[in-house]
């Protein structure tokens, strides 16, 4: 198990950028893959990008691709999340996870722990 503590949103402009970190207890992070997910009041949690325990692997949203990036420092046990070009519909609390294995990236169902999330407000 990790505890994960996410930071770094806040309030933003549409087409600025944001980046968030999510921080991990416990000296086993590297062996976990990330992942990042966000979710509106009332709606499903929903995939952002996720990426594999070495880094070597990423996996985006069609909706976030080629605009945000998702990277690691297993040293820092950080993963990051960098948001540019954002838009008032990326507007969500985002929220950092962590799995074994690299199956079921996208499927939240998969990931066993979970930060507390992140407010993210894009304004227009």
């Known amino acids: 198990q990790v505890q994960l503590v996410e930071s770094g949103g806040g309030l933003v402009q549409a087409g600025g950028s944001l980046r968030l970190s999510c921080a991990a207890s416990?000296?086993?992070?590297?062996?976990?893959?990330m992942g990042w997910f966000r979710q509106a009041p009332g709606k499903e949690r929903e995939f952002v990008a996720a990426i594999s325990w070495s880094g070597g692997s990423t996996y985006y949203a069609d909706s976030v691709k080629g605009r945000f990036t998702i990277s690691r420092d297993n040293a820092k046990n950080t993963v990051y999340l960098q948001m540019n070009s954002l838009k008032p519909e990326d507007t969500d609390v985002y929220y950092c996870?962590?799995?074994?294995?690299?199956?079921?990236?996208?499927?939240?169902?998969?990931?066993?722990?979970w930060g507390q999330g992140t407010q993210v407000t894009v304004s227009s």
């Open positions: 996870a962590a799995k074994r294995g690299i199956d079921n990236m996208s499927d939240y169902a998969f990931y066993d722990d």
């Open positions: 416990g000296r086993t992070f590297s062996s976990y893959a």
